[in-house]
Structure formats: structure tokens, C-alpha cells
């Protein structure tokens, strides 16, 4: 008898309540779900964008965009029985890889080392990075839209910046590059602004003329008459000379030639460096 009233009271207590106050505590607990749920969606959409411009940032400063393809090197001469025993000038041809970002090659610095001498050299239209002052023009002096022109004056002359207040000479052979395009389909290369995009091909000018050919007084490098005034880039790209060239661009990783000087260069005016 016992047994069954304990039956009949846990009977009584089966039913749920049920009115318009357990509506509302049921709304609102879908509502702060919703809410809940509304805010973690959101921060995770976040936290993933931050996470891809991290990934993608993190990905552009360690790769290196720049591609050299190959690097050249000559001699300055008086004829073809007279040449100097030392590379003068670089011609470095340069593109992007794959997939790359377009790149501003006046923000690029190329340095060359010989082992004795390291040149850090900037793009002979660069307006900034060799003024003393930023109202002063740092480009080198003459620059023009000839490309001709600006090799000439590369490996002929000096550019002194500033005023009769202050001013600074440098030997354009230790302090600049030029550049020359040879595919631009988009045309986004000018010599007033260098950029180039995947699929570009340039020629980077280097002088890299030895004291020796200066003093020697040769006549003609790379076809050009510089009628006996070559300017010394303070390198000896001599016979066996180990040659550390490095390109780093405004953002990402550089892009290294490294390659020993062959044991002569014959009769050869042009010289096959790299690869």
C-alpha cells in the first residue's frame, strides 16, 4: 500500500510548468545563444583575415621576387689586341618569379663585393637615398630618360649634390646602377620609374671598373668612346677574383650571384659570369 501512494506521488510531480514566463526565459536564453554565437563568428572571421595579411606579410619578407637570370661581364679595350685584364662592367639580367608583386627597382640596392672592396650601389634615378638633406636632388647628375645616356655618364663622370653650402661628390661608378628594359609588355618600365611586373625582363648596369683600366686610359667599353675617362669603381674583378653580388629589393628577401672569376679571359671582350 505503501509502495503504491509513492507511485501515485511521483505522478503528481510529472508535469512541466508551462505560461508566459517560461517563454520568455526560453527566448531569452536563444537570444544570448544567438548573440553568443553571433560574437564568436565574428572574432573568428577576424582573427582569420589577421592570420592570412600575417601569413602573406610573413611570406613576402622571407621569399625573394627577384629572378637573375644571368650575369655578363666586360672589358674595356683600345682594339681587340688591348684589353684589360679586369671585368668593368656588369650586365645582369633580371626578372620576376612567378606570381611576384610588381618591384620597384629605383628602392632596389645592389652591393658587390671583390673580397678587398664592397660597393652598395642605388638606381641612378633615385632622388633620395644620396641627398644630404631632403630638399636636395640625389639622383645622379645628368640623369635622363636616354638610357644611353645614363650608362655613359655611369662609367664617365661624378655627381655633386647639394649647394654652396653644403655639398657632397661621388664617383657615379661606386654609388649608382642604371637599367634597361628588354621585355615590358604592360609598360610599367621607364627610366623615371623603373617598375617591373612578372613577366618583365630588365639588364641592370654595373661599373665595375678597376683603378687599372682608369690609369691605363682604355678608349672604349661596351662600344661606348669614353675617350680615356673612365671613373674607378675601387674594384678588381680580376682572373680568379670570388665575386659576391647580392640584389635586395624594399621588401622581401635578397636575391644572391655568387661565381669565381674564370682562370683568363682569352680574347674575349664579353665574359660569361652566371650561372
Do not use: C
Amino acid at each position: 500500500m505503501q509502495q503504491n501512494d509513492t507511485i501515485r506521488k511521483y505522478k503528481s510531480h510529472t508535469g512541466g510548468q508551462i505560461g508566459i514566463g517560461t517563454l520568455i526565459i526560453f527566448i531569452a536564453m536563444v537570444l544570448v545563444a544567438a548573440v553568443a554565437a553571433s560574437v564568436l563568428i565574428t572574432t573568428s572571421g577576424v582573427l582569420q583575415q589577421d592570420a592570412q595579411a600575417t601569413g602573406k606579410e610573413a611570406t613576402k619578407e622571407v621569399s625573394s621576387n627577384l629572378m637573375i637570370q644571368k650575369v655578363e661581364g666586360f672589358r674595356s679595350k683600345n682594339s681587340s689586341a688591348d684589353m684589360a685584364n679586369t671585368v668593368d662592367l656588369l650586365k645582369i639580367t633580371l626578372g620576376l618569379r612567378a606570381a611576384s608583386e610588381p618591384v620597384d627597382l629605383s628602392a632596389v640596392v645592389i652591393s658587390i663585393t671583390d673580397g678587398y672592396q664592397t660597393n652598395n650601389v642605388i638606381y641612378a634615378g633615385n632622388k633620395n637615398s644620396l641627398a644630404p638633406r631632403a630638399d636636395f636632388d640625389g639622383n645622379m647628375s645628368g640623369f635622363s630618360t636616354d638610357k644611353d645616356v645614363n650608362l655613359y655618364k655611369l662609367v664617365t663622370e661624378n655627381t655633386t649634390i647639394g649647394n654652396a653650402e653644403i655639398n657632397i661628390t661621388y664617383t657615379n661608378a661606386q654609388y649608382y646602377f642604371t637599367v634597361d628594359t628588354i621585355r615590358d609588355e604592360d609598360d610599367s618600365f621607364s627610366q623615371n620609374s623603373p617598375v617591373i611586373t612578372t613577366g618583365d625582363f630588365v639588364v641592370i648596369y654595373v661599373a665595375t671598373v678597376s683603378p687599372t683600366s682608369v690609369s691605363t686610359g682604355y678608349t672604349t667599353l661596351y662600344e661606348m668612346n669614353v675617350t680615356s675617362s673612365l671613373q674607378s669603381s675601387g674594384l678588381n674583378l680580376e682572373p680568379r677574383a670570388s665575386i659576391n653580388l647580392a640584389m635586395t629589393p624594399e621588401s622581401g628577401a635578397s636575391s644572391n650571384a655568387d661565381f669565381i672569376l674564370p682562370t683568363t679571359f682569352g680574347s674575349y671582350e664579353a665574359v660569361q659570369l652566371y650561372p
